[in-house]
């Protein structure tokens, strides 16, 4: 593994996100003096709140796995998990509600879920269930350590025995065709193969390896932390700052000081300097070409992700069908992926994921009231509408959406609304996410392990890259891993993540800190 050259005392983490977070954590764990610079007032980046009228609304992803990954790099500082947070696991895990009045529980314990299956759908999908489990768990198996958490230098990595145990699992197939093989109800298909969103693209041209992501919310688990997503980057900033770090509220970086070859400080906006042996930079990416004066060279164009539409509701009632993940299907499935990754419009017959976080800490809303979050996933600005057509676009379409989940069974949704707050790729822009689009680089092929953007800077002997945009992509437990690898590149210690952790525990007890016991 490529290492930074020379000196690493101080490193500066740029963004507070999650990323950076893992980031400060392993890097203190390491003995290195870490300041982190944040242009918020507040740690999370994607991930951040919204006070409004009592409510306290979660503005990014909504859906928490593999909590073990957020316990090791607390871990790093002789922290925990279990001492920071508390962690409800959610069973069900999601509710799937489909057009034809249909309702399944997906249940990531695996009697619950097949008895579940047997009843929605008979015998023989239950047992097509047991066996897609097990290979979904066989699928985790190969691909964790030797493609998600690992940093690459070349695509000759890929060539290992495990790449054959991928091949032979079907991994270079397509999503869709491989889960045809254990399931052949339509509706259980969509059940397992809707993530392909998170990686850009319809399960029809997603390789069935990206069914590495319904392995973790179907199987490893899907958990709720008290006090709401936020509480996630909330607990890794406090515990950082325990452990030494500095951070740098309400501060953005304008300007990256360097010579012979090394970032030496970087500017702020106010005008400090801040001197540095080292600097992590976890932003979108268009910020970090900013700030490197440079995008790298790529023989293609870097395709992005299909953007959403969030609708954030305080609601003066609530409606008992919702689960706290509540998916909510429209008839068509192959068309909406057609209009949102290739046609470029809004879904006619949209497919939402419902949360309900109140289902599990009232206290995010006023006495008696609730909170309800709308994703709907929509092209990107360069795909679909541009940033200033979603000005007007995004009020009609807001509208279209509470129409359509009252006629699925919201009654009175509309008038129910105390609070809100709607999210569009106009405020995706405004936060300055290349194409509109909070999803990062989609996850064809050509932007996967190796291929996707490096997290060393080619030309700077002491910049590396965390975050979405580069090693190993989009979602909650690989922005934690993206810190961890961009932490290795400083310091040359990469330990392996655990590939199975006990749900709702921590793998490393809280413990009392030291200066010592950091540096160790």
């Not at 300041?35 to 409510?55: F, H, M, Q, S, W």
């Not at 997906?106 to 009843?119: F, G, I, K, L, P």
């Not at 890929?158 to 109800?185: N, S």
């Not at 009232?362 to 795909?383: E, K, Q």
């Amino acid at each position: 593994m490529k290492t930074v050259k020379g000196p690493t005392d101080h490193v500066v983490v740029v963004g507070a996100g999650l990323s950076g977070l893992a980031a400060a954590l392993h890097l203190l764990g390491a003995g290195r003096r870490v300041t982190v610079v944040e242009r918020a007032a507040v740690p999370g980046g994607r991930a951040g709140v919204l006070e409004r009228g009592g409510y306290r609304v979660d503005t990014g992803p909504t859906v928490l796995t593999m909590p073990h990954l957020a316990d090791e790099a607390l871990a790093a500082v002789g922290d925990s998990l279990a001492a920071r947070l508390e962690l409800t696991g959610l069973h069900p895990a999601y509710r799937a509600q489909f057009a034809d009045g249909s309702r399944l529980d997906v249940h990531t314990a695996a009697e619950a879920m097949e008895t579940e299956v047997r009843r929605f759908a008979g015998a023989r999908e239950a047992a097509g269930y047991r066996r897609l489990r097990t290979w979904l768990t066989d699928l985790y198996t190969a691909q964790m350590r030797r493609f998600i958490d690992t940093n690459f230098d070349s695509p000759f990595q890929l060539l290992h025995p495990d790449l054959a145990r991928l091949a032979a699992l079907g991994g270079f197939g397509r999503l869709d065709t491989r889960i045809g093989r254990f399931l052949t109800d339509e509706r259980l298909r969509r059940v397992f193969s809707f993530q392909s969103l998170y990686v850009g693209l319809p399960p029809a041209r997603t390789l069935a390896a990206y069914a590495v992501i319904a392995y973790m919310d179907t199987v490893a688990g899907v958990y709720f932390p008290s006090g709401g997503m936020h509480a996630l980057p909330r607990a890794m900033a406090d515990s950082a700052a325990g452990a030494g770090a500095v951070f740098r509220w309400n501060t953005t970086v304008t300007r990256l000081e360097r010579a012979l070859g090394r970032v030496t400080a970087v500017h702020t906006a106010d005008g400090e300097r801040i001197g540095c042996d080292a600097v992590v930079l976890t932003p979108d990416l268009p910020v970090v070409h900013q700030l490197l004066g440079r995008a790298p060279w790529r023989a293609l164009p870097l395709r992005h992700a299909p953007s959403a539409v969030v609708l954030h509701l305080g609601t003066d009632r609530t409606w008992d069908q919702l689960a706290h993940h509540t998916l909510s299907f429209g008839a068509a499935w192959r068309n909406t992926f057609r209009e949102i990754t290739r046609g470029g419009a809004v879904m006619s017959d949209p497919s939402l994921l419902i949360t309900r976080p109140t289902a599990h800490d009232p206290s995010l809303a006023p006495p008696g009231r609730h909170l309800h979050h709308v994703l709907a996933p929509c092209p990107n600005t360069d795909t679909g509408p541009g940033a200033r057509q979603w000005e007007d676009l995004g009020p009609r379409y807001r509208d279209r959406l509470i129409a359509e989940l009252e006629r699925r069974g919201l009654d009175g949704l509309g008038a129910a609304i105390e609070e809100e707050s709607v999210v569009t790729p106009a405020d995706w822009t405004r936060h300055r996410h290349a194409a509109g689009t909070p999803f990062s680089a989609a996850h064809t092929f050509a932007q996967t392990g190796p291929f996707r953007p490096r997290n060393l800077v080619r030309g700077l002997d002491n910049a590396v890259l965390a975050g979405c945009g580069t090693t190993p992509g989009v979602g909650i437990p690989t922005v934690l891993i993206s810190g961890k690898l961009a932490a290795a590149r400083i310091t040359g210690i990469h330990r392996r993540s655990p590939l199975f952790a006990a749900a709702g525990t921590a793998a490393v007890p809280a413990r009392p800190r030291t200066a010592q016991g950091a540096a160790s």
